[in-house]
């Protein structure tokens, strides 16, 4: 069984970097002002065995939440590089992480084709 919730961002790596933070404390991991640390824990990790449609609207539920976060940016981003493969974390499942971090990978490739073919149509010309 899955650890809830609130173990699972005390014990989870925090990144080295913070995004904005206008209010927050700069010394203060940005987990420490998560929205889902306060009373809704129970929402962004699945029960065993869930229904699909309890899951779809457990996570719409959730999404809910993380869109009033303070913090949503800080924990998509860690749930990307980490990558989190459970729950839902800065309003994306994970399989909705899966998609974004395709196109990621994707977006690179392309980049990196851009840029072989400036670099020889350069010598080339």
């Not at 590089?81 to 399989?95: C, K, R």
Request: net charge positive; aromatic share 4%.
């Amino acid at each position: 069984m899955l650890q809830p919730p609130h173990s699972s961002l005390q014990i989870a790596a925090v990144p080295a970097q913070r995004g904005p933070a206008q209010d927050r404390d700069q010394d203060a991991p940005w987990h420490t002002e998560a929205v889902c640390r306060r009373d809704e824990a129970g929402l962004f990790f699945a029960p065993s065995k869930e229904p699909t449609a309890a899951r779809l609207s457990r996570e719409e539920a959730a999404k809910r939440v993380c869109a009033r976060c303070p913090v949503m940016v800080e924990c998509r981003e860690h749930a990307l590089l980490q990558p989190e493969p459970y729950g839902v974390w800065g309003g994306l499942t994970a399989a909705e992480r899966r998609v974004v971090l395709a196109r990621r990978r994707r977006r690179e490739m392309d980049l990196k084709k851009a840029a072989r073919a400036t670099a020889a149509n350069r010598i080339a010309g």
